[in-house]
């Protein structure tokens, strides 16, 4: 890739003086996003004037980016792997998990990402549509798609509305109307280097072609806005649960500790870190019991079972055997 077409690229979509350019060739370059809590890589196909297709891995909890969007663009994006968490700037929260799909102009992205737990792997594919559109009649001329037309499907003009300039489909319901779309989606991820741009342009016309004939009315917008209070306050909870695995909380304690009603404690909880409370502490003292038992070969399982908050070594060595699929002992033996 040229330098006038690396500046282009990475001006144009404003990713911000966070983020560097780790390697590039003629049409694909490589990004990387650093924070305190970790990097993320971005890999960023050119795939026509106007259309790109990015791989997104991050190992990180957190990070401010400095992307700024022009109003002429409208991406796809995928979750693949992992949880994200999307803040607009309007002060909710919401968050995308495997599978999930969210199409839009991103008119209200404030910047800040956070990856509940602490990773992510996902796509999005962007156009901008005015360029978008010459490539595409170019390229395909025979195929009757209008980049226009998709984005209006599936974004409003409202722009203070934070649930209208996005439409968010949960994958239980796009594998249930059109699974085609996760096909292609899928498929996407695991294309050979040797025949990757040309495959890169089938998919996303097969992609659009879809989007044109998907009919909105099966689907139901039904993501769980958060406001960032709350949202902060169970991250609160969950750290208290990650630092004190010899702790046993109850619902109730929590829900009394930090001011939160128990039903809004377990549905936001759930909604945030992608697991019912009770299983997601369960797995946190599992792989405590599951770092000690490794770690340190003088401590008896029954003293593993006691700092990770078990009384009953029955019961710890079922719960461990749930979460790890072995008993502790034969865990320690492996």
Same mark, same amino acid.
């Given at each position: 890739?040229?330098?006038?077409?690396?500046?282009?690229?990475?001006? &144009?979509?404003?990713?911000?003086?966070?983020?560097?350019?780790?390697?590039? $060739?003629?049409?694909?370059? !490589?990004? =990387?996003?650093? &924070?305190?809590?970790?990097?993320?890589?971005?890999?960023?196909?050119?795939?026509?004037?106007?259309?790109?297709?990015?791989? +997104?891995?991050?190992?990180?909890?957190?990070?401010?980016?400095?992307?700024?969007?022009?109003?002429? !663009?409208?991406?796809?994006?995928?979750?693949?792997?992992?949880?994200?968490?999307?803040? $607009?700037?309007?002060?909710? #929260?919401?968050?995308?998990?495997?599978?999930?799909?969210?199409?839009?102009?991103?008119?209200?992205?404030?910047?800040?990402?956070?990856?509940? $737990?602490?990773y992510y792997y996902g796509m999005t594919?962007?156009?901008?549509?005015?360029?978008?559109?010459?490539?595409? #009649?170019s390229e395909f001329p025979g195929i009757?798609?209008?980049?226009?037309?998709?984005?209006?499907?599936?974004?409003?003009? %409202?722009?203070?509305? &934070?649930?209208?300039?996005?439409?968010?489909?949960?994958?239980?319901?796009?594998?249930?109307? %059109?699974?085609?779309? +996760?096909?292609?989606?899928?498929?996407?991820?695991?294309?050979? $280097?040797?025949?990757?741009?040309?495959?890169?342009?089938?998919?996303?016309?097969?992609?659009?072609?879809?989007?044109?004939?998907?009919?909105?009315?099966?689907?139901?917008?039904?993501?769980?806005?958060?406001?960032?209070?709350?949202?902060?306050?169970?991250?609160?909870?969950?750290?208290?649960?990650?630092?004190?695995?010899?702790?046993?909380?109850? !619902?109730?304690?929590?829900?009394?500790?930090?001011? *939160?009603?128990?039903?809004?404690?377990?549905?936001?909880? =759930?909604?945030?870190?992608?697991?019912? *409370?009770?299983?997601? *502490?369960?797995? !946190?003292?599992?792989?405590?019991?599951?770092?000690?038992l490794k770690n340190d070969s003088n401590?008896?399982?029954?003293?593993?079972?006691?700092?990770?908050?078990? %009384?009953?070594?029955?019961?710890?060595?079922?719960?461990?055997? +749930?979460?790890?699929?072995?008993?502790?002992?034969?865990?320690?033996?492996?």
């Amino acid at each position: 890739m040229n330098d006038n077409l690396i500046s282009g690229v990475l001006h &144009s979509k404003g990713f911000g003086s966070n983020v560097q350019s780790v390697t590039e $060739n003629d049409n694909c370059v !490589v990004l =990387r996003i650093q &924070s305190p809590t970790g990097e993320g890589y971005m890999t960023l196909y050119m795939v026509m004037k106007g259309v790109y297709v990015m791989f +997104d891995e991050f190992h990180l909890e957190s990070c401010e980016s400095e992307f700024k969007n022009m109003e002429n !663009v409208f991406c796809i994006d995928h979750c693949r792997q992992g949880r994200i968490e999307h803040e $607009n700037l309007l002060g909710s #929260k919401f968050y995308m998990e495997s599978g999930d799909l969210k199409l839009g102009r991103r008119i209200n992205h404030s910047g800040r990402i956070h990856m509940p $737990n602490g990773y992510y792997y996902g796509m999005t594919i962007g156009f901008e549509v005015g360029e978008a559109e010459k490539s595409i #009649k170019s390229e395909f001329p025979g195929i009757d798609i209008e980049i226009e037309a998709i984005v209006d499907k599936f974004s409003a003009s %409202d722009k203070t509305n &934070s649930s209208a300039e996005e439409y968010f489909i949960r994958r239980d319901s796009l594998l249930e109307n %059109d699974e085609h779309i +996760d096909h292609i989606l899928a498929e996407m991820y695991n294309i050979p $280097n040797e025949i990757r741009m040309e495959l890169f342009k089938v998919k996303v016309m097969e992609l659009l072609l879809r989007l044109k004939m998907l009919d909105k009315s099966l689907y139901k917008d039904d993501r769980l806005y958060i406001p960032a209070s709350q949202a902060e306050k169970i991250k609160e909870v969950h750290k208290l649960i990650v630092e004190s695995p010899g702790k046993n909380y109850t !619902v109730e304690n929590l829900s009394q500790m930090f001011g *939160i009603p128990e039903s809004t404690l377990r549905k936001n909880f =759930r909604e945030i870190y992608g697991s019912p *409370i009770y299983k997601y *502490i369960k797995k !946190v003292k599992v792989n405590k019991a599951a770092e000690l038992l490794k770690n340190d070969s003088n401590l008896k399982i029954s003293d593993v079972a006691e700092n990770v908050g078990y %009384d009953n070594p029955s019961k710890f060595s079922a719960a461990f055997k +749930d979460v790890m699929g072995l008993t502790p002992f034969e865990f320690r033996n492996l």
